[in-house]
């Protein structure tokens, strides 16, 4: 299934998101390589079903933090994931100042160079104006357009799950060729 993999550092809202664009409970699937598990949820967008996965405590670190099995962990993602959602939370709820948002971000960004990266801006219902606009200039340096959501009240969703298409289906409708 065409997978879209989510990133961000911890509390920034990344399975409020799978849950809102899923709109399922995700099941907590046991993982190969680690104890911890990843969440999946699926939707179904034009008959094509779309697969969300969370992974709380693997894209959340630099590499050079990871034990081992993270690393394992990670490596089966890179085979999985086509496209990855990074959440910034430009509120700083999550505990995260911005700076280590975006350091974290670049770290990430370095390391999964290779897939198509969609940033997304949460809990614009909480955050102030001018954090926004702080997280979205540095985006957007890195050649980003970022996108406003709110994984709680759905405000960007639609158009989150837009892009997320439009990345994919060139994807899978290259594959089909070649069946
Ligand atoms: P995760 O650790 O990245 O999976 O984060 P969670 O999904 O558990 O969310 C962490 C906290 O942020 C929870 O209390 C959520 O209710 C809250 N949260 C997530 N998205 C939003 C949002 O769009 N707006 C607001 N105000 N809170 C949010």
Redesign the pocket.
């Known amino acids: 299934l065409p997978t879209v993999v989510i990133a961000?550092?911890?509390?920034?809202?990344?399975?409020?998101?799978l849950r809102a664009l899923t709109n399922a409970k995700p099941e907590v699937a046991s993982y190969p390589f680690t104890t911890k598990g990843i969440n999946v949820g699926q939707f179904e967008e034009h008959y094509l079903k779309y697969q969300v996965i969370?992974t709380?405590g693997l894209l959340d670190r630099p590499l050079s933090e990871r034990n081992e099995v993270e690393r394992q962990a990670i490596l089966a993602l890179k085979h999985l994931g086509k496209v990855i959602v990074y959440?910034f939370d430009p509120?700083e709820?999550?505990g995260y100042p911005i700076e280590e948002q975006t350091h974290l971000f670049e770290e990430i960004h370095r390391e999964f160079g290779e897939f198509p990266f969609i940033v997304v801006l949460?809990?614009?219902?909480?955050a102030d104006e001018e954090k926004i606009k702080a997280v979205e200039e540095f985006v957007r340096s890195k050649g980003i357009e970022p996108l406003r959501?709110?994984?709680?009240?759905g405000e960007g969703l639609d158009e989150l799950k837009e892009r997320v298409i439009k990345l994919v289906k060139p994807m899978v409708e290259e594959q089909a060729k070649r069946i």
Do not use: E, M, W
């Open positions: 961000g550092h911890p509390n920034v809202g990344k399975s409020t998101l969370d709380p959440i509120s709820y999550c949460n809990k614009v219902d909480i959501i709110s994984a709680l009240n």
